[in-house]
Structure formats: C-alpha cells, structure tokens
T-cell receptor
Framework: EPEVTQTPSHQVTQMGQEVILRCVPI?????FYWYRQILGQKVEFLVS????????KSEIFDDQFSVERPDGSNFTLKIRSTKLEDSAMYFC????????????FGQGTRLTVV | AQSVTQPDIHITVSEGASLELRCNYS??????LFWYVQSPGQGLQLLLK??????LVQGIKGFEAEFKRSQSSFNLRKPSVHWSDAAEYFC??????????FGQGTRLTINP
C-alpha cells in the first residue's frame, strides 16, 4: 500500500539552527501539506502546496518557514532559524484531489529544539 | 471559519464495552468530515470520512460514525472496544478546499 514517508523520525537541533524536514509523498499525488502538532495540542495546518507553489498558508507559517519540491519525489519543510517553540511533531500529507478526498499522512518528524 | 470541538479530552472504557467519542463542528454548508486515529508515536490514520449521502458511515477497525446535521455532530462509535484501540482520536473538517481543521483530540484509555 502506498504511503507517505518522512525523515528523520526525530531531529534534535540547537536554537537558531536551520532544519530541513523531508517527505516523500505518494507518487501520483499532486497536493502536499505540512501540519504541526505541539505536544498535547491539536494538529494545526501549516501550508499547502500545488503545482510548485504555495496554495495556502497559516499564520504560523511565517518567513522563517519555507517549502520546496526539489525533485519529482521529495517535499521539504525548512525552518531557517529554529526557536524553542518550534518543537513539535511535524506531519507531511498528500492527496490526489482538493478537499473532499483523503489526505494521507506520514508518520511524522519529532523536532526538538534545545 | 470552520471549527471542530471534541468535548472529551480523555475517556476511559473497559475492554469489550461500547464507545462513543463526540465531535461537533461549526460550518455553514455540508461539511466534509473525518475521523483520524493516532497511536502513540505514530502518524495519523484515517478511520472514516463523510462527504454526502448515507449519514451513517462505516470505517476501518469496526468503527462507524453518524452525521447529524441538526446537532452539528459527527460522533464516532464502536460497539465493543479492544485494548488495541487505545489511542488519540481526532475529528477534522475540511476548510475551503485545501486544509483540514482538527479538533483537540480525545485520548482513549482501555481498562482490561
């Protein structure tokens, strides 16, 4: 069964450092998303991406964040200068249609900023 | 903006007992609704979804949910829970066409 793959599963970084979280969406999907879940809180939308550009982003997704699809398979989330409050589980998701279809989620990357 | 409320933060049931997890949504039109499950340290797995049609939807692992427009609810049910059902459960609604809005989640504990 096709699945969304995220690497690494856990990343520890020092405050102020740049991190790149990687995702391989399902191969025939066209829409890609990043979500974040701070420990003990709900899952929050960060950004959606289609046709090599951002479709929508939340207030959380400020200019410290960027996304990229550098090749035909990977989808990355970069945080330029991490802050303590960026510590969270980051989920990548992909879907083949807008809205009224299933978004498949990866296992997540736990980011710990120290 | 659409929102989702899961009133119960934590529920404990005995193995073999029935389960109902509550979800209320705020949305003007017919919503697209989902239930996801997250096992400890794992990602989000879709249990079931409602787009239109029959208001009682069946999902995986023996779960079902009923859409009630009059109550703005989409409660998740299972007639007999198993110890492996212990997890966090999230209700979500599609906002616009591009993103999911999640509830706070309900943590389910199963007593042996």
């Amino acid at each position: 069964e096709p699945e969304v793959t995220q690497t690494p599963s856990h990343q520890v970084t020092q405050m102020g450092q740049e991190v790149i979280l990687r995702c391989v969406p399902i191969s025939n999907h066209l829409y890609f998303y990043w979500y974040r879940q701070i420990l003990g809180q709900k899952v929050e939308f960060l950004v959606s991406f289609y046709n090599n550009e951002i479709s929508e982003k939340s207030e959380i997704f400020d200019d410290q964040f960027s996304v990229e699809r550098p090749d035909g398979s990977n989808f990355t989330l970069k945080i330029r200068s991490t802050k303590l409050e960026d510590s969270a589980m980051y989920f990548c998701a992909s879907s083949d249609l807008w809205g009224n279809t299933e978004a498949f989620f990866g296992q997540g990357t736990r980011l710990t900023v120290v | 903006a659409q929102s989702v409320t899961q009133p119960d933060i934590h529920i404990t049931v005995s193995e073999g007992a029935s389960l109902e997890l509550r979800c209320n949504y705020s949305y003007g039109a017919t919503p697209y609704l989902f239930w996801y499950v997250q096992s400890p340290g794992q990602g989000l797995q879709l249990l079931l979804k409602y787009f239109s049609g029959d208001t009682l939807v069946q999902g995986i692992k023996g779960f079902e949910a009923e859409f009630k427009r009059s109550q703005s609810s989409f409660n998740l049910r299972k007639p007999s829970v198993h110890w492996s059902d212990a997890a966090e459960y999230f209700c979500a609604v599609v906002q616009g066409a591009q993103k999911l809005v999640f509830g706070q989640g309900t943590r389910l504990t199963i007593n042996p």
